[in-house]
């Protein structure tokens, strides 16, 4: 006879084995549904303060739903448009993805908050003529059909990892909505002109000033014989440039609320803090250099904390001027219920700005990592300095187009700058191989120059694909979404 201990609880075991196979296939079913969860959390925590805020009006509602709405557009912004500037930094390996989330968080907000959306015309831009929505409910509709035709845009090219521009989002938005309250007649067809030509201009530029700083590394850094020689004295130079670029472009744009500066006055702030800078990190990059050997590799560490900076400057200039994207027809909306004037400015209430700026950082916390994996390392592959020409054009790109009142898209500058670094490259590597070809004999065959490649060809063409039809699209989806309010409000 066996003196085995029988196991008088295999039934019980069973069934606890069960249990906890279900519990953790619940786990991995409601895993995707944690950050909508969230995300619909925070956007009924907004709808209950705008009840609350508005009191007994009788278009209490109105304002409750336009929040709504508005919500919904500032996390989809900080999903999708954030990703432009911290995805270099984290595809370079120089920020983590938690870091670049804290660090996006805090200066997206602090740009929104201080020096965001001061004044946001009704009729956002002069999209639409005001006289053709003179009627105060026919502009309450349009401006809610842009604000949520807009939005469901951008959830749909954040599902598809395509950054796209949202003030294209927000223009188309509002020109259909204008078509289907007032016909073609009120769209501001020479404005559309040049946002259509800002398709161009902006990712054309960006690449352009993104590749001549690359050449200019490659050329004076990468290629020097005594690389950290070469360190000490360029780098320090291109920081400073990094800081004046944007002293210039933070004086216009963050400084609004204080005094009113022009462009010949934001280049003189902005050279005086590049040679400031100059003069600080000169030493500094000395120190660091310390001990360095002398290859490429070396290289990439001075380029690291330079490139965090950038990536926390470039998302305060976001949020200080992207913010309004998310707001602007919003406060649109609240100012036509309490004193309606379509013609004429209107001062976003703190607590709107609010809003923008808290679902810009919940949008970018909840559901910016694919988008800024997307653009950090799947687009083509970046280090410290690639992505410093990357910020760098993005800085610089602003402030010509600023300066030549050329209407261009900071997402299409920043994409087209990572672009600008890929093609580059792939024509450096080719002209390379070409040499070396000729010197051995052997040209290079046709399917090894394809198989060298560094630009990822199907993102190329998904994210122009979705930049051609943003305006297109929202404009069709705005008019639809006014028929639709309009008939409900009947």
Sequence with gaps: MSDRPVNQWKTLDKDLNRISHLERANQYVARPLVAPGMALAFIVIVAVIAALLTGESSDRLVV?????????????????????N?????????????????????FETAGALLAGGDVVSTISGGIVAPESLADRETFIWAM??????????INLATWLGAPVSTTHSVVGGVMGAGVAAAGLAAVNWPTMAQIAASWVISPVLGGAVAAMFLAFIKARLEDAEDKIAAARFWVPILIAIMAGAFAAYLSIKGLKKIMSINMPVALLIGLGVAVLTQMITKPMIRRQSEGLENRKKSLKKLFGVPLVVSAALLSFAHGANDVANAVGPLAAIVHAVQDFDAASKVQIPLWVMIVGAAGLSFGLMLFGPKLIRMVGSQITKLNPMRAYCVALSAAITVIVA???????????????????VGFYRE?????????LGILKGKPVAPEERSRRKLVRRSHFLTIIAAW????????????????GLSFLAL
């Design 402 to 420: 600023s300066g030549l009142g050329l209407p261009v898209s900071s997402t299409h500058i920043a994409v087209g700058a990572i672009f600008g």
């Design 427 to 435: 024509w450096h590597a080719e002209r390379r191989a070409r040499r």
């Design 468 to 483: 051609v039809i943003t305006v297109p699209a929202t404009a069709l989806l705005s008019a639809g979404v006014f028929f």
């Design 64 to 84: 409750i739903v336009a929040a709504v709405f508005g919500a919904y557009m500032a996390l989809n912004i900080g999903a999708n448009d954030v990703a432009n």
């Design 144 to 153: 809610m059909a842009a604000l949520l035709s807009a939005a469901l845009w």
């Design 86 to 106: 911290m995805g270099p930094a984290v595809g370079a390996n120089a920020l983590t993805m938690g870091g670049a989330i804290i660090i996006a968080a805090v």
